[in-house]
């Protein structure tokens, strides 16, 4: 019998980034941290208490299929009451990261008869996961206020509220009461993907979309790495205590549990308030790397613009005036240093516009914010032109990676 996998999980569309984007000189990728911010010395201090004196190692010890308690509770009573979210603890379990909660969510509930609504454009790793389970992917046009439901009813529906993926917009309170709505009267359920809500840096964020569920049809996923280290794979889901026994004893079979001695880490660096510490400065770097890439963008090149909605997102999602290919602009700019992320792949369309693209301004050092746009503005309509034999993906001829 030879060596043939059922699935072909290499074929899907990915987002992806050349190897070696850290050297390029102007990096505006997405998703990727300024590795100087990262907080050493109190994270090095987390691992000390972790491994000194004559305390029990409990992380040495195999868990089978539980969690570090102190972990749980951590968040319990810091993380998710800044979402407006109260919780058990037998309704939280700790994920590799929020990607990981989506898959067992797509082993848990999703079949070949399962239609989940997505968003569109919309995240692309979410929809190639939901697709292991050969699920029906209904697409939903995203406005300025986020998710614009069609009259396809859906089974479950998974939305990105607090910073739509890619587009940045925040789900409006009237279209959250309407999603929640149609969800209630539809009998479907929503998992909310609150990939950003430690990271999100706006001065007063809306509460989580599952603190106005009254009638449990949300599901939450979110990430506890994001923004301290993507590196590190920590996440966690909340729902019902029953779906979190199955989704246990599935995490089992594929790898039991998170590392245990990450788990505790992650659990006292919460604790003696390292986190809040560090998202207070990675929040305020944030904001001041936003205000530079806005200014930028608003000054050299007023014509390209963020969608109304996006303020202060994590990365910004822009159109390209006329028919400029954002395919063929993206190996043009790589050609000058510049790495910027096409739009394309990011719709579920049978012709993908080819006009939007998306900027980080976390990996890029903030001095080269303001030259690195002005190098794109100073080129912008010599990479307009695009040449007859330009490849038609970005990073064409060089090995690549995956991101999400």
């Known amino acids: 019998m030879g060596q043939t996998a059922e699935y072909h999980p290499s074929q899907q569309e990915s987002i992806l980034k050349p190897a070696g984007w850290m050297h390029y000189r102007y990096p505006f990728i997405y998703g990727q941290p300024d590795t100087r911010q990262f907080p050493l010395a109190s994270w090095r201090s987390a691992a000390n ?131 929640l709505a149609h969800a209630t009267q ?18 007063n964020p809306l509460p989580a979309l599952k603190a106005s569920d009254r009638s449990g049809r949300v599901i939450y996923v979110s990430s506890l790495s994001k923004a301290l280290s993507p590196g590190l794979r920590l996440g966690f889901m909340v729902a019902d ?8 004893a599935l995490r089992r079979l594929v790898y039991r549990h998170p590392p245990t001695n990450i788990q505790y880490q992650m659990a006292h660096f919460l604790a003696q308030g390292h986190y809040e510490t560090h998202l207070r400065r990675y929040r305020d770097d944030s904001a001041r790397r936003w205000d530079m890439l806005n200014t930028a963008l608003s000054t050299l090149l007023p014509e390209c613009q963020p969608l109304p909605g996006s303020e202060h997102a994590n990365a910004f999602w822009l ?29 579920l ?25 002005m190098c794109c503005a100073a080129n912008w309509r010599r990479w307009a032109s695009p040449p007859g034999d330009a490849p038609t993906r970005a990073g064409a001829g060089t090995a690549r990676t995956a991101t999400g």
Request: overall charge negative; proline content about 8%.
């Open 49 to 179: 208490w972790l491994h000194g004196g004559m305390r029990d190692p409990a992380w040495v010890v195999d868990h089978i299929d539980q969690d570090v308690p102190m972990l749980i509770e951590q968040i319990r009573t810091r993380v998710l009451p800044k979402r407006g979210i109260v919780a058990a603890p037998d309704e939280i379990l700790i994920t590799l990261g929020s990607q990981n909660a989506l898959y067992l969510l797509t082993r848990l509930l999703m079949s070949r008869q399962t239609r989940v609504g997505v968003e569109n454009p919309g995240f692309r790793e979410a929809i190639n996961t939901f697709l292991l389970g050969e699920s029906q992917i209904v697409p939903h046009a995203v406005d300025a206020e986020g998710i614009v439901l069609n009259d396809t009813p859906c089974d479950y529906y998974y939305v990105t509220p607090g910073h739509q993926v890619p587009t940045g917009v925040t789900m409006s309170k009237a279209r959250r009461s309407q999603l």
């Open 186 to 203: 539809h009998d479907a359920v929503i998992i909310e993907d609150d990939y950003d809500s430690e990271s999100n840096f706006q001065a």
């Open 319 to 347: 159109r390209t005036p006329g028919n400029i290919s954002t395919q063929q602009l993206t190996w043009r700019a790589a050609h000058t240093g510049v790495l910027i992320e096409p739009g394309a792949r990011h719709f």
């Open 349 to 373: 369309d049978a012709a993908p516009p080819d006009n939007f693209f998306r900027m980080g301004f976390h990996a890029i050092n903030p001095d080269a914010i303001a030259p690195g746009w």
């Open 241 to 248: 205590p029953d779906l979190i026994d199955e989704a246990r």
